[in-house]
């Protein structure tokens, strides 16, 4: 199973923007100045009221009705239903970067 370091993950991280590849989700309403705010995208979760945010200059989003949260490759493996693994590929063929040969360092805390 192929390993990605630290360094790599956030390069992956910082060249797809959470704004840009949620917003293919679900339609982002931005208010104020750095938020963005639509109804749940995720799997299991429907809702009539917004409570899912994104905010742009942290490149995070949080849900407060199912309480799910965290970077662009955590949303991009739960939207997609994908491991880890499977994400990073998924993120590294949207921004073409080419993924890394012979890493031995793996990092999942993304």
């Given at each position: ?46 809702e ?10 942290g ?42 040969e012979?890493?031995?360092?793996v990092?999942?805390?993304?």
């Amino acid at each position: 199973m192929p390993t990605f370091d630290e360094k790599f993950i956030e390069e992956l991280k910082s060249k797809n923007n959470i704004v840009d590849v949620v917003s293919r989700y679900c339609n982002l309403v931005r208010k104020g100045s750095t938020n963005y705010w639509a109804c749940c995208p995720l799997p299991g979760h429907t809702e009539k009221t917004p409570s899912f945010t994104v905010n742009e200059p942290g490149q995070f989003y949080h849900c407060f009705g199912c309480g799910a949260g965290g970077t662009v490759l955590q949303f991009i493996t739960n939207i997609e239903s994908l491991d880890f693994v499977e994400g990073v590929k998924y993120l590294a063929q949207r921004a073409r970067i080419e993924l890394p040969e012979g890493d031995d360092g793996v990092n999942e805390a993304y």
